[in-house]
C-alpha cells in the first residue's frame, strides 16, 4: 500500500465500485472504517449492529455499522463500517 500525507493528514486511495476514492488513514484506528453514503449500495453489505461512535472533540453519536468488502492493500478484506454524509471522495 502506498500513500501519502495531504494537508497534515496520512492518506491513501481506495479503487471501490469502478471509482477512486481518496481516504485518510487515521492513526487512531479501531478497525472500522467510515466509508461515504454513496457506496451504500455499491458494495456488499450486512447490517451487524447499531453503537456509539465517539467523534472529535468528544461528541459521541449513534451510527448504524455494517459488515463490508472492500479491497486493501490489493486483497479483499471484511470490514465494519458506518456510512456518512460528505465524506470525501
Known sequence: ???VIAD???????????KVWQTIIDTGFNSDVELPVELFEK????FRHEGESML???V???QEFYE???PFDGEMVNAIA???E???S
Request: hydrophobic share 50%; charged share 10%.
Open 56 to 58: 472529535a472533540g468528544g
Open 60 to 62: 459521541t453519536i449513534m
Open 1 to 3: 500500500m502506498k500513500g
Open 68 to 70: 463490508v468488502q472492500i
Open 86 to 88: 460528505g465524506a470525501a
Open 82 to 84: 458506518s456510512f456518512v
Open 8 to 18: 497534515g493528514c496520512p492518506s491513501t486511495e481506495l479503487k471501490i465500485a469502478g
Open 43 to 46: 458494495v456488499v453489505i450486512r
